[in-house]
């Protein structure tokens, strides 16, 4: 049973930071790309970053402005996303997601931003 798992969440004032952890299981992590979305309060869910499974490269909204890093530990099946310099507008549930695993999704992780 595919399962993502994500924590690291909380409050922080603005330009604070956070690193967001996914924990995964029921599948070959090593095999797969993973990305993180968010949900922002009365928004559609949106793609933050994806981290690819060979490379790894990453890729990033145009939003993340050089301000969050996604990466992989494949040793522990886990993703991560450091996210540095946070914005009041960066406040969001924050959800893992792997591309290929159908629409499996954690419980997320909230992210509230303080001005």
């Known amino acids: 049973q595919v399962q993502l798992v994500e924590s690291g969440g909380g409050l922080v004032q603005a330009g604070g930071s956070l690193r967001l952890s996914c924990a995964t299981s029921?599948?070959?992590?090593?095999?797969?790309?993973v990305q993180w979305h968010r949900q922002r309060p009365g928004k559609e869910r949106e793609l933050v970053a994806t981290?690819?499974?060979?490379?790894?490269?990453?890729s990033y909204a145009g939003f993340v402005e050089g301000r969050f890093t996604i990466s992989r530990d494949n040793l522990k099946n886990s993703a991560y996303l450091q996210m540095n310099s946070l914005k009041p507008e960066d406040t969001a549930t924050y959800y893992c997601?792997?591309?290929?695993?159908?629409?499996?999704w954690g419980p997320g992780t909230q992210v509230t931003v303080s001005s």
């Open positions: 029921g599948f070959p992590f090593i095999t797969y790309a």
């Open positions: 981290i690819t499974s060979t490379g790894p490269s990453t």
């Open positions: 997601y792997v591309p290929g695993l159908g629409s499996v």
